[in-house]
Antibody, heavy 122, light 108 residues
Framework: EVQLVESGGGLVKPGGSLRLSCAASGFTFSSYSMNWVRQAPGKGLEWVSSISSSSSYIYYADSVKGRFTISRDNAKNSLYLQMNSLRAEDTAVYYC???????????????WGQGTLVTVSS | EIVMTQSPATLSVSPGERATLSCRASQSVSSNLAWYQQKPGQAPRLLIYGASTRATGIPARFSGSGSGTEFTLTISSLQSEDFAVYYCQQYNNWPPETFGQGTKLEIK
């Protein structure tokens, strides 16, 4: 069974930092690209960042570029999101989601974690 | 960036009736369109991909259609558990894989 479990959320002051983690199991983690998607309270879904299976390709939404860093450790089946210079508008539930694999480039996000809440407030 | 527009924002339907949700892309996304269902406090769940293929375990009352820029999600006979927010997402041109703003399906 595919499982994605996020952790690391919490309350942080504006300008602060936080590191999110996503532990994956039930599939060959190193064969899939991974994504972070966020959802502000009462709002829709916003793609944040993605990383290819071997970390060769990394992409960010303009809203987080230069402040957030995505990374992964395939040996630990884990995905990370380092968030710096946090702003009130970064307040959201952050989901990790599985993306494309080595054989298929055009695929949806088929599995999602339960999310972790990040609150940026003084 | 491709903009996805969903309509209506809110849809009120009675249990047992049919619901039709729409999604429009600002440019062609071929058939690389997915639908997700999200219930309060839960993560999104993949319903439909490839515009019309049901994901594993999704009941047959959910169907998707369309290609290019116009897409539809139809729920043939609404059950109580179907009342939720539905999002479309294009994954033809990335990054980013953009989402629509969502349609809230509520009980009439």
């Amino acid at each position: 069974e595919v499982q994605l479990v996020e952790s690391g959320g919490g309350l942080v002051k504006p300008g602060g930092s936080l590191r999110l983690s996503c532990a994956a199991s039930g599939f060959t983690f190193s064969s899939y690209s991974m994504n972070w998607v966020r959802q502000a309270p009462g709002k829709g879904l916003e793609w944040v960042s993605s990383i290819s299976s071997s970390s060769s390709y990394i992409y960010y939404a303009d809203s987080v570029k230069g402040r957030f860093t995505i990374s992964r450790d395939n040996a630990k089946n884990s995905l990370y999101l380092q968030m710096n210079s946090l702003r009130a508008e970064d307040t959201a539930v952050y989901y990790c989601a599985r993306g494309r694999n080595l054989k298929q480039w055009l695929v949806p996000f088929d599995y999602w974690g339960q999310g972790t809440l990040v609150t940026v407030s003084s | 960036e491709i903009v996805m527009t969903q309509s209506p924002a809110t849809l009120s339907v009675s249990p047992g009736e049919r619901a039709t949700l729409s999604c429009r892309a600002s440019q062609s996304v071929s058939s690389n369109l997915a639908w997700y269902q999200q219930k309060p406090g839960q993560a999104p769940r993949l319903l439909i991909y490839g515009a019309s293929t049901r994901a594993t375990g999704i009941p047959a009352r959910f169907s998707g259609s369309g290609s290019g820029t116009e897409f539809t999600l139809t729920i043939s006979s609404l059950q109580s558990e179907d009342f939720a927010v539905y999002y479309c997402q294009q994954y033809n041109n990335w990054p980013p894989e953009t989402f629509g703003q969502g349609t809230k399906l509520e009980i009439k």
